[in-house]
């Protein structure tokens, strides 16, 4: 019979405060891995909290790798009440900690037939000292069982109290050592040095995500309205054609880099917008690990740059981060209804991680922060191939081919034409009222348009444009959905942007004839 060690990796460990691992009596040999917290103390606002969150987004991910590369299983001890607490609420670093671990955990099960465990904790209070005693046994059961049928997160997901107590005895509780550095290598930051160091009388601005179909817009306009702009870009899911036009301008330069790596820009920033993100469905769900480091790594980059430059901060959020919404329209304190460990969760995760990450930097360093929560954006300069529905059907009528629905197209969307989300990110960056408010739920913004549209509508009113322009209709198919986790519903509330100034909408039949203007040519 084998005898079990178990690793617990308790997180406050990896701060070298404390921690306790279990060893059986009978050998030291390390056969899993657990990710565990003190449920006493996450309740609660507190440092614990905060490292908590911290820990989830980026050591968590670290001991999954070391996991994945010494065989070795992981168990994740999870806190239960990660539900009906938004990203920016007091409560947040614990729920979204156990959220963004979720989504890891997630990832690596799904795309890497990881070997994870998911153990659902009780929500009653059971101190750490308690914790191993009674989760040991139910751990020992789970180890044993090697093979997992189905790559399912649910498959790996236990409730504590569905798991049987058995053999108590063979394990000790000690004191951990240090056996191994869950640190990511930040001695290698990236030196941007920007062409020019001062730009005499213009606002200096640092754009992620500069060469992205909102970000090329955006840099647009800001280099129209005399704007100082450096932009970064990895191309990882756009085209270097979206920067051409822009590299005309003198007060405009393009850096190369990934911004999930350390990095810093030499010289001063007034203000940093960070747009970097895998932007649509089709991309995120093939690429869940650069989704959740450009939401997690990408924003503290990019925020430490911030705090260190002393910038105003933007953050791109999503309305990704409402989930599949039960109320409609989305107020800005509806703590949403976002799986987090399903299709979407990587990038529902990596915005409201993103947040949560937000909320730090302002709770600790009061950084000048403005979250845009972006709704469904669409206009010339998308690319025609990124697996979104404006695109898709715009794609498809030029080649005379089926508009494809999935599911029953009564889900519905709001969309937003650039030039509107545009301006409104503007406001976003240039009110000077938001740097007054106290509390970071009070900048969080949705951004878009209120008009709300099933899918079967807009597939209508694309159908009469080509009409009009081409004279003929394509059809409309509808096949089966294949992401369980895709929203019924969205529309945003835009009280909060239009106190702002906000007042112009263009309308979705304006604007898609625009687009097929656009494609058609
Ligand atoms: N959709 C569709 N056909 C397509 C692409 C998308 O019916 O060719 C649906 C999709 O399932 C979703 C909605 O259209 O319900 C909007 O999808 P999109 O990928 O544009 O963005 P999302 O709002 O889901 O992030």
């Known amino acids: 019979m084998k ?20 060893t059986s009596k009978q050998n030291d040999h390390i056969n899993a891995l657990i990710f565990s917290h003190d449920p006493m103390l996450l309740e609660t606002d507190s440092s614990y909290a905060q490292q908590y ?34 990203p920016l609420d007091k409560n947040a670093y614990t729920t979204e900690g156990a959220r963004v671990a979720l989504a890891w955990a997630s990832a690596y099960i799904r ?26 046994p139910s751990l020992n059961k789970i180890i044993h069982q090697t093979n997992v049928p189905e790559i399912n997160v649910e498959n790996r997901m236990f409730f504590l ?12 509780f000690q004191n951990i050592i240090e056996r191994f550095s869950l640190e990511s290598d930040n001695s ?45 870009d990895s191309f ?11 590299l005309k301008y003198k007060n405009f330069e393009f850096h190369e880099i990934d911004v999930t790596q350390p990095y810093d820009i030499e010289g001063n920033l007034d203000a ?17 690990f650069e989704t959740l480091a450009t939401g997690l790594h990408g924003t503290k980059n990019a925020l430490d740059l911030a705090l260190r430059k002393n910038a105003r901060f933007v953050f791109a959020s999503s309305s990704e981060v409402y989930g599949d919404p039960e109320i409609s329209p989305q107020t800005e304190d509806y703590p949403g209804n976002a799986n987090p460990w399903g299709m979407r969760s990587q990038y529902d995760q990596s915005k409201r991680g993103g947040e949560t990450l937000c909320k730090w930097y302002f709770d600790n360093y009061g950084l000048d922060i403005r979250i845009a929560r972006i709704f469904n954006t669409y206009g010339p300069g998308m690319n025609l191939h990124d697996g979104r529905v404006v695109t898709n059907f715009i794609a498809a009528a030029l080649d005379r081919k089926p508009m494809v629905i999935y599911g029953s197209g009564n889900q519905t969307r709001s969309f937003s034409f650039i030039t509107n989300t545009i301006e409104q990110l503007l406001i976003l960056l240039e009110n000077n009222e938001i740097a007054k408010a106290q509390l970071i739920q009070e900048r969080v913004f949705n951004i878009g348009n209120d008009e709300e549209f099933t899918i079967n509508e807009v597939a209508i009113k694309l159908n009469k444009i080509i009409e009009k322009y081409l004279g003929y209709l394509v059809s409309i198919n509808h096949i089966e959905q294949i992401d369980p986790t895709d929203p019924k519903k969205r529309k945003p509330c835009l009280n909060r942007i239009k106190k702002l100034g906000f007042n112009s909408t263009i309308t979705l039949s304006q604007g898609l004839e625009e687009m097929f203007i656009f494609f058609g040519k």
């Open 111 to 136: 795309f890497r037939n990881s070997d994870i465990r998911i153990i659902l904790m009780p929500t009653e209070k059971k101190s750490l000292i308690q914790l191993p005693h009674l989760v040991n």
């Open 53 to 86: 969150f911290f820990n989830a987004a980026f050591k968590f991910p670290l001991l999954l790798q070391y996991a994945e590369k010494h065989t070795l299983p992981v168990i994740f001890l999870c806190p239960t009440q990660f539900d009906n607490v938004g």
């Open 161 to 172: 109290n569905d798991l049987v107590y058995e053999n108590e005895n063979s394990y000790n």
């Open 236 to 246: 990882l899911c756009c085209n270097k054609e979206n920067i051409k036009p822009l």
């Open 188 to 232: 290698k930051v990236l030196k941007v040095i920007p062409k020019n160091k001062q730009s005499e009388n213009l606002k200096r601005v640092a754009i992620t995500g500069g060469a992205g179909f909102i970000g090329s817009h955006l840099v647009k306009k800001l280099l129209d309205l005399n704007y100082y702009v450096i932009a970064l």
């Open 3 to 22: 005898h079990w060690v178990l690793f617990i990796i308790n997180f406050l460990y990896i701060f070298n405060t404390e921690a306790f691992f279990l």
């Open 272 to 288: 940093i917008i960070h747009l970097a993100s895998v932007p649509s469905p089709q991309y995120y769900y093939k690429l869940p």
